[in-house]
């Protein structure tokens, strides 16, 4: 990592909010890029947290700490990103969800904005969603794209749940794209269980959007 980063890293490892803020606007007043302080520091650091929390090196209440003060780096970063970046046409419309059972939505969040800011009309049904409700708002609002994030292994038997009743929905016409992603989400598993497609990050993931809507980027 980019030793300009690792005063970030620290206040995210440490779980303080207050520093963590503060780190984001030193890096922002020295021209860092919203996105870049994300996926050259945020992801990789959470990723370390991640493994330390499976090897019992670190425990819940750390990680918790570490998400709270990722949500508040979060809150800062996404509407200037939204602020520079929005783009008049929109390209599709759909909805986006974490899965029954996972309450994840670190990045959730991110595919959400980027998608967003590159065109799509997203609306972000939020975390836990059941099968069932992702279904009803697309089909509300005839959505062209329905994304859905899992970081949890045992959620992701209810996002093959939400792609089968899409794919048997007759309200939505045959014309309604699913994109999936998060940890142990595959591209095997997307195309074994019907996705239309997989990214493993959100720059793939607004790629995929274009793709998958016959659009390019
Ligand atoms: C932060 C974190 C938390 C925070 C979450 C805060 C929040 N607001 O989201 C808190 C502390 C709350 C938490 C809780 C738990 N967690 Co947790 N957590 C993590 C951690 C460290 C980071 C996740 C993260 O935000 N990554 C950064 C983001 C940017 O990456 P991402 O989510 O993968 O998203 C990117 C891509 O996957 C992709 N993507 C994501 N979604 C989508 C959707 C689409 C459509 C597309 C195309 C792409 C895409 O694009 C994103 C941007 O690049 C992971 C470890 C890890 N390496 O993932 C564990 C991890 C996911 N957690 C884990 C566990 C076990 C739990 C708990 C059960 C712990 C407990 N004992 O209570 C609870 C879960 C409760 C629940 N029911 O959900 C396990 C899951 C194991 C599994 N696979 O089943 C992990 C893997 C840790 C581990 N190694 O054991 N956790």
Redesign the pocket.
Known sequence: MNEKYLNLKEAICDGDDEAALDEVENLLEASANPLDIFTDCV?PT??E???Q??KLEIF?PD??L??EA??AIQSKLLPIMQEQNIKGRQKGRGV?ATVS????????N??CLMMQINGFEMVDLGVDVAPMEILRRAEEMDADIV???G????SLPFMKETIELVRHSSKLGGHTKI??????VTKEWADANGADG?????I??VK?AHELMGLSA
């Open positions: 992801e959470l990723n947290l991640g493994e929390f499976a819940l990680l918790v570490a998400g990722v949500a986006i059972g996972d309450i994840h939505d670190i990045g959730k991110m595919v994304a859905l994030s970081l949890m292994l045992p994109m999936v992603g998060g940890g142990p997989y990214s493993d990050d959100s793939g993931a995929l």
